[in-house]
């Protein structure tokens, strides 16, 4: 994090000022997996006849790190679906009547738990400026693009290595042409903008408020 304090003494009263031992702890394992993970850390492949490193494995790599350390600062405790359902906040009248019903339940319990919530919010507690040049990297200076909008993007290719093993292989930063839904647009977009992106986020979650 030295990137973002001027001296070794500005970061540790940062440290010092964090509310409490347990929150102070939560602090050092993160920023030390993400030093590991993501910082200095890249994929390192051991075939005969292959390159030791390969970008887009790299990429890959440091995206997902990244996105499950965002999803590890969650404030409220994970709840299954089934869970959420059940319980009598909810509020839910039992049968349930039809798929349409039960798909309106789905979708509040994604607005309230879904992972993606915690990767928004980091998003959107970013800087204007910050903001908007992230969203000047997807389109161009007019993009009409919003921050949530980037946020879910890159969480879905998150999701799409997940679920479906599909590598990273346009976050390096040169101007690539990409297909969004029917929409095509320029994404300058690196790994090195979304590691930006979770440093000043890591700083902000942990200040006192």
């Known amino acids: 994090m030295q990137d973002h304090f001027n001296t070794r003494d500005d970061f540790v009263k940062f440290f010092e000022d ?20 993501v910082k200095k850390g890249h994929l390192v492949v051991d075939v005969k006849g292959s390159n030791r490193e390969v970008d887009y494995l790299t990429d890959t790599y ?3 790190a990244i996105f499950s350390l965002m999803e590890s600062l969650r404030d409220e405790t994970f709840l299954e679906f089934y869970d959420f359902l059940k319980r009598r906040k909810t509020n ?19 607005d309230e738990f879904g992972s993606i919530r915690q990767s928004i ?49 346009d976050m390096s930063g040169h101007p690539t042409a990409i297909f969004i839904g029917e929409e095509i647009v320029v994404s ?11 440093e000043e986020t890591l700083i902000s979650y942990f200040k006192p408020a």
């Open 18 to 37: 964090i509310d409490d031992d347990d929150r102070k702890n939560l602090f050092l394992k993160t920023a030390a997996f993400y030093l590991f993970l």
């Open 121 to 169: 919010r980091f998003f959107k507690s970013l800087n204007s400026r910050r903001r908007s040049e992230l969203i000047s990297k997807i389109g161009g200076s007019n993009s009409n693009w919003s921050i949530d909008k980037i946020a879910k993007y890159l969480y879905e290719k998150r999701s799409k290595f997940v679920h479906e093993a599909k590598l990273v292989a």
């Open 188 to 198: 300058s977009l690196s790994i090195a903008d979304l590691s930006q992106v979770f």
């Open 92 to 110: 839910v009248q039992f049968p349930i009547s039809c798929r349409q019903e039960l798909d309106q339940w789905h979708r509040k319990y994604k």
């Open 62 to 64: 440091k995206h997902i």
